[in-house]
């Protein structure tokens, strides 16, 4: 049964700044994120802007917003088939277990200067 849908868009030149400051980066990312992120070379940003629109998506789903969570907790990590997933840890975990969810799957996509996610909240 879905107890949360939210979707994001971000405008990936938003976060240009954002990939050249990394005190921003480790306030809103896992170190983990980070990594793989910087790895991406040129599609950083866009992989940034989606990861972030990932975080605002789920606080969506919630339907609480992010309020009260660290978006650190809210990682979005890869299977080796380069699929998306959300890895909840802290704040995000807890949050999503009080909403009654027990799965959260994640959906990215890039279309020129946007970056759109959407996250579904399973029970």
């Not at 049964?1 to 868009?9: F, L, P, S, T």
Request: proline share 2%.
């Amino acid at each position: 049964m879905i107890v949360g849908i939210g979707i994001d868009a971000v405008e990936v030149t938003r976060l240009e700044k954002w990939a050249a400051d990394q005190k921003i980066l480790e306030r809103f990312f896992d170190p983990r994120e980070i990594a793989v992120l910087r790895e991406r070379g040129r599609g950083m940003v866009r992989s940034l802007a989606a990861r972030f629109a990932a975080k605002e998506a789920f606080g969506k789903a919630l339907g609480t917003g992010l309020g009260g969570l660290a978006l650190k907790d809210i990682m979005v990590a890869n299977r080796a088939n380069e699929r998306p997933v959300l890895a909840l840890q802290g704040s995000a975990l807890l949050a999503m277990q009080a909403r009654g969810a027990a799965a959260a799957h994640v959906s990215l996509t890039h279309e020129g200067n946007m970056a759109i996610a959407m996250v579904v909240l399973e029970a």
